[in-house]
Structure formats: C-alpha cells, structure tokens
C-alpha cells in the first residue's frame, strides 16, 4: 500500500507562496509518474499539475506560469512550488500516482488564499 506524507499547506496572502510537498513510501518512486490535484468546496477534484517518471510536466491552464512541479527520487518526494496565489488556488490539494490501474492519494493538506 502506498502511503503519502503531505506538508506545507497553510493560510497565506493573495499574491504569496507556498510550496507543498509528498514524500512517498512503500513503492519504487522513481517508476512512477505524479501528480497534484486540489479540491475546492463544492467542485470535483481536478489535476494541477503531474510528472512523469521521465520529467515529462503538464500543467492545469489556470496555474501555468505560477505553479512549478518538481521530484527529488533520492528523497522519494514530489513538490508543488506555488507562486502568485490567487483566492481561487483555494481547495483541499492531494499527491497522487496511479498504479496498475489504480489511483493513490494522499490525505490532503488545506490551501487557503485569503486576506
């Protein structure tokens, strides 16, 4: 079973940064491509941005050129450089990867963009 270790949400200023991060265990990391997705209230998850295992990025429209999604295999750990924060970036942000037909997440770490 995969498991994810989340850190780094918070309360933060329209127009800050935060920068998450998901280190992973009980899986061969480097193997696997992941990814971001968040969930604000009231909407269905959506993607924000993913890694392949071969570094290969995609990005959400609505981050591009704000959000920069990084891994570190020796630290077993995916990142998500957030800048430019705008009160729509609030929402429940989740590390996931997708195995043998499976999706994992992890338990989510709350952004809220707010003065």
């Known amino acids: 079973q995969v498991q994810f270790v989340e850190s780094g949400g918070g309360l933060v200023q329209p127009g800050g940064s935060l920068r998450l991060s998901c280190v992973v265990s009980r899986i061969s990391f480097s193997m696997y491509g992941m990814g971001w997705y968040r969930q604000a209230p009231g909407k269905q998850r959506e993607l924000v941005a993913a890694?392949?295992?071969?570094?290969?990025?995609n990005y959400a429209d609505s981050v591009k050129g704000r959000f920069t999604i990084s891994r570190d295999n020796a630290k077993k750990t995916v990142y998500l450089q957030m800048n430019s924060l705008k009160p729509e970036d609030t929402g429940v942000y989740y590390c996931?990867?997708?195995?043998?037909?499976?999706?994992?997440w992890g338990q989510g770490t709350q952004v809220t963009v707010s003065s």
């Open positions: 996931n990867t997708y195995i043998g037909a499976s999706d994992y």
């Open positions: 890694i392949t295992r071969g570094d290969n990025i």
